[in-house]
C-alpha cells in the first residue's frame, strides 16, 4: 500500500501505477440489497430461479454501477492519505462496463493516478480505475474518475 502525507505527496506519483486492492467477493445479498437501494430489480441480478435456467454459468450478475460504488472500499487497500481534508467525486470522463460479474465473482481494483492538478482550493486527482475478475482476462469495468481532496 502506498502511504503519503498530504495530497500534494499523492500528486507526485501521477503517471504512475499505484496498485491493486486485495479480493472481493461479490455475493447475492449483496447485490439484493443494491437493487433494494436503487429500485433496480432486472432479474438478470436479482431472480436465482430464472438466471439458474437462462444466464450463462447459471448465476445472477452484479449490477454494473454495484461495481463502480466498490471503488471507495477497495481504494483503501492501494493508498492511503494520512493529513487529508474532504474528498468529493468531481465525475467520471470515461466508463465501460466490459465484462458481466457473475455473483460469487472475485473481484479486485487496479488504479492508476493519470494526473494531478490544483483545482478549487484542493487537488483534482484523474484515476484510471479497472476491476479484475478472477480468471478472466477482460476487466469488469474501466473507469476514469475525478476526485477532490483537500489538505
Known amino acids: 500500500m502506498l502511504e503519503v502525507e498530504t495530497p500534494r505527496d499523492l500528486a507526485r506519483y501521477a503517471g504512475e501505477a499505484l496498485g491493486a486492492s486485495g479480493w472481493f467477493t461479490v455475493t447475492q445479498e449483496q447485490v439484493d440489497r443494491f437493487a433494494a437501494l436503487t429500485g433496480d430489480h432486472h432479474w438478470v441480478h436479482v431472480d436465482t430461479e430464472r438466471a439458474k435456467a437462462e444466464m450463462p454459468g447459471g448465476v445472477t450478475i452484479a449490477h454494473g454501477f454495484f461495481v463502480l460504488s466498490l471503488i471507495p472500499q477497495l481504494a483503501k487497500d492501494i493508498f492511503q492519505i ?70
Not at 484510471?128 to 481532496?149: H, Y
Open 82 to 151: 494520512r493529513k487529508r481534508g474532504k474528498g468529493l467525486n468531481y465525475g467520471l470522463n470515461r466508463l465501460r462496463f466490459t465484462a458481466p460479474v457473475p455473483v460469487g465473482s472475485r473481484l479486485r481494483l487496479r488504479q492508476r493516478l493519470l494526473a494531478a492538478e490544483s483545482a478549487h482550493g484542493g487537488t483534482l486527482f484523474t484515476f484510471k480505475n479497472a476491476f479484475d475478475i478472477e480468471g478472466r482476462e477482460r476487466p469488469a469495468l474501466v473507469a476514469e474518475m475525478l476526485l477532490l481532496i483537500f489538505d
